[in-house]
């Protein structure tokens, strides 16, 4: 059973840059595929973009806008998101996830993933 953690949400202005950290307590083969993903209030949970940790290949959903990046460490079991010049739309609680790989991308879709973290809040507003 993986166990994924988030952390490095907050409340920013406009904007603002912010990191969000993801550490998993392991990574096996059932966990090859990671992912960021998002819920606003009254929305429903949308992806951000997703890394295989075996090939480092990453794939963004529009989401992404080219402000939100993902990355990858894999010496310290955690997974990042690079979030910057942030909008008030960018508020939501953010999630990290894990899942099996099969393809070299890695889904961005909710189904594809068996292990989520407990999400951190980012709130985005002047």
């Known amino acids: 059973q993986v166990q994924l953690v988030e952390s490095g949400g907050g409340s920013v202005q406009p904007g603002a840059s912010l990191t969000l950290s993801c550490t998993a307590s392991?990574?096996?083969?059932?966990?090859?595929?990671l992912g960021w993903f998002r819920q606003a209030p009254g929305k429903e949970r949308e992806a951000i973009a997703s890394?295989?940790?075996?090939?480092?290949?990453?794939h963004s959903a529009d989401s992404a806008e080219g402000r939100l990046a993902i990355s990858l460490d894999n010496a310290k079991n955690t997974m990042y998101l690079q979030m910057n010049s942030l909008k008030s739309e960018d508020t939501a609680m953010y999630y990290c996830?894990?899942?099996?790989?099969?393809?070299?991308?890695?889904?961005?879709?909710?189904?594809?993933?068996?292990?989520w973290g407990q999400g951190t809040q980012v709130t985005v507003s002047s």
């Open positions: 996830a894990a899942g099996p790989s099969s393809l070299v991308y890695c889904p961005l879709n909710e189904r594809g993933y068996n292990f």
């Open positions: 392991e990574y096996t083969d059932s966990s090859a595929c």
């Open positions: 890394i295989n940790r075996r090939f480092g290949s990453t």
